[in-house]
């Protein structure tokens, strides 16, 4: 899929960090979350924090909710840093969840994956999360991207549609 917008530095930046920092901490999608915390090198961790530094200042290409204007979007955003509030709708697993698009939006829910465990976070809560969006889940893909196994089964009916790798998620409401 090609999408048409300028790429800053800052943007890539951005999504180097979110998905180098997705890496390092969403080893509790699988079963192996000590074992990738600890094989993480520490330059690899100042990277992360380094980016994140670079990154303060960018702008999100979507600041709202998850409606149907944002699908319209979401090609043309791919890659980039998006702002959205919504509720969430399920657990996939203890750092990934989906989230619900507005009421009367006829879209499917959003893959969300988070850097950190969410304190308070439940089916039901509403939601503030940043990250960089992607236009196509592609399993293989992410998995190479972030160096983490997402366990194929739970992750099969979200190949090529939108999901978003948070680089902060905040609840904002409880459910």
């Known amino acids: ?83 959205l509030t919504a509720e969430v709708d399920v657990l996939v697993s203890p750092r990934t969840f989906l989230l619900v698009p507005e009421p009367g939006t006829e879209v499917d829910p959003l893959l969300v994956l988070s850097p950190t465990d969410v304190a308070g976070l439940g089916e039901g809560a509403t939601v503030r999360v940043e990250g960089v969006l992607g236009a196509a889940f592609d399993l293989p893909r992410v998995e190479e991207d972030t160096g983490v196994d997402l366990q194929d089964d739970r992750y099969d009916d979200f190949d090529a549609e939108p999901y978003l790798v948070a680089t902060s998620v905040e609840v904002v409401g409880e459910g």
Not at 50 to 79: C, K, N, S
């Open 1 to 83: 899929m090609s999408s048409r917008h300028r790429s800053h530095p800052s943007v890539r930046a951005a999504a180097a960090g979110a998905v180098t920092l997705a890496a390092l901490v969403l080893g509790g999608c699988g079963s192996q979350e000590e074992d990738l915390v600890d094989t993480v090198p520490d330059s690899a961790r100042e990277a992360v924090v380094d980016r994140q530094d670079d990154a303060t200042g960018v702008q999100p290409v979507h600041e709202g909710v998850l409606d149907g204007t944002f699908y319209e979007q979401v090609e043309a955003w791919d890659g980039q840093q998006v702002d």
